[in-house]
């Protein structure tokens, strides 16, 4: 059986998950795990498909990237993947861990991925730093001091931080800091 798994990072990303969906289709995948969450965050869907996979059956993506954020990741879901029978196909890269040739060029191209990952974040802080020294990089804007009002509000009827935290979307540490400055 062919299981596929299709993810965006974004719900503005529908032409991508679109475009992953039509490409399973055509390789006649008989079931179809999607999901539109970052790679960084919970990715149920994906921990669906891999429990839903049995014996002989392949997970396919249509790219790597939409299935693994590290090396280290990739390389726990083919151990999931191989501890029940099951094999990985990634269609762009015209890989298959069916074959001992797919296997190998599996690993290679996740420590190449990975590599390049790296190499785009020692960049990116090479122009943070550069923007820094000439006064034009000002950073994220602070997102619980921009609530201060809504915790504030939400603390003084009742609502405990963790609630407070989950309902406005931010860390309970910064809901405890914004208390405390307000407190002084």
Do not use: C, H, W
């Not at 839903?52 to 997970?59: E, F, I, S």
């Amino acid at each position: 059986m062919l299981v596929g798994y299709a993810r965006t990072s974004t719900v503005e990303q529908e032409a991508g998950l679109e475009a992953q969906l039509r490409d399973l289709e055509s390789l006649q995948v008989d079931k179809v795990f999607t999901e539109q969450v970052s790679s960084v965050g919970k990715r149920d869907q994906l921990e669906a498909a891999l429990d839903y996979v049995r014996d002989g059956d392949t997970l396919v993506v249509t790219r790597l990237d939409r299935l693994a954020r590290s090396t280290a990741d990739l390389l726990r879901i083919t151990e999931v993947l191989k501890a029940k029978g099951a094999a990985l196909k990634i269609v762009n890269l015209d890989i298959d861990t069916n074959t001992a040739t797919g296997k190998m060029l599996l690993t290679m191209v996740g420590a190449i991925s990975a590599f390049e990952r790296e190499l785009m974040l020692e960049r990116q802080r090479e122009g943070i730093a550069k923007a820094k020294a000439e006064g034009k990089y000002k950073g994220r804007k602070p997102t619980a001091r921009a609530k201060r009002n809504q915790i504030v509000e939400l603390k003084e009827s009742g609502v405990g931080a963790t609630k407070i935290a989950e309902e406005l979307g931010i860390g309970r540490a910064s809901v405890y800091r914004v208390l405390a400055e307000e407190n002084n």
